[in-house]
Nanobody, 132 residues
Framework: QVQLVESGGGSVQAGGSLRLSCVVS????????MAWFRQAPGKEREGVAA????????YYADSVKGRFTISQDNAKNTVYLQMNSLKPEDTAVYYC?????????????????????????WGQGTQVTVSS
């Protein structure tokens, strides 16, 4: 049974930091895209960062570039999202997602994948609240 379990959400003041973790089990971690999405109330779910577990491909949404960092620990089947300089507009439920890909995509292809949200496996989400 495939499971993606997020943790690390919470409430912080603007300018603060949080680190989200997503542990993957029951799933071959190699040759996958792991992504972080977020969904604020009344808004569509949007992709904020993605990483290819085989290396060579990372994506950040413009809204988080320079503030968020996605990374992974292959030995622990875990992907992280370090979030710095948080803003109230970062408030959302953050979801981890996984999809098998045999090779990394181009940046354009990855952007398209994130827009379609065509990922086979999703975590349950973790709430991030940033107060001003």
């Amino acid at each position: 049974q495939v499971q993606l379990v997020e943790s690390g959400g919470g409430s912080v003041q603007a300018g603060g930091s949080l680190r989200l973790s997503c542990v993957v089990s029951g799933y071959t971690y190699s040759n996958n895209y792991m992504a972080w999405f977020r969904q604020a109330p009344g808004k569509e779910r949007e992709g904020v960062a993605a990483i290819y577990t085989g290396g060579g491909s990372i994506y950040y949404a413009d809204s988080v570039k320079g503030r968020f960092t996605i990374s992974q620990d292959n030995a622990k089947n875990t992907v992280y999202l370090q979030m710095n300089s948080l803003k109230p507009e970062d408030t959302a439920v953050y979801y981890c997602a996984a999809r098998v890909y045999l090779r990394p995509l181009s940046q354009t292809g990855l952007e398209r994948l994130l827009l379609t949200r065509d990922f086979g496996y999703w975590g349950q989400g973790t709430q991030v609240t940033v107060s001003s």
